[in-house]
């Protein structure tokens, strides 16, 4: 298994920049990560991924060129810097990690098998 912390969201106007990260730690080998979202009233989506060998992205439409994630791996650390942010963007953000052998990032939540606890964005306009 593996365990996953994330750091704390926070608050921004639209047009703001926020860094989330995510730690890794278990001796289970991970393959890919990803970060989801989840809004309320609405459904887990999918946000970004990162195959944590060859460090190929996935991202959704909504965040491409805006967002950026990204990884290091020897600090078994996953990353997501969020520009331009927008209200829309506001939603609690999830950190996953997939140990099932893939080189194409997995953009469904079924696909990942460790969460973190989540971490809270509000963007306000």
């Known amino acids: 298994q593996v365990q996953l912390v994330e750091s704390e969201g926070g608050l921004a106007q639209a047009g703001d920049s926020l860094r989330l990260s995510c730690a890794a730690s278990g001796r289970t080998s991970i393959y890919n990560m990803a970060w989801f979202r989840q809004a309320p009233g609405k459904e887990r989506e999918f946000v970004a991924a990162?195959?944590?060998?060859?460090?190929?992205?996935a991202y959704v439409h909504s965040v491409k060129g805006r967002f950026t994630i990204s990884k290091d791996n020897a600090k078994k650390t996953l990353y997501l810097q969020m520009n331009s942010l927008n209200p829309e963007d506001t939603a609690v953000y999830y950190c996953?990690?997939?140990?099932?052998?893939?080189?194409?990032?997995?953009?469904?939540?079924?696909?990942?098998?460790?969460w973190g606890q989540g971490t809270q964005v509000t963007v306000s306009s």
């Open positions: 990162i195959n944590w060998i060859t460090g190929g992205p």
């Open positions: 996953a990690a997939s140990t099932q052998t893939s080189i194409i990032p997995p953009t469904t939540a079924f696909q990942y098998n460790n």
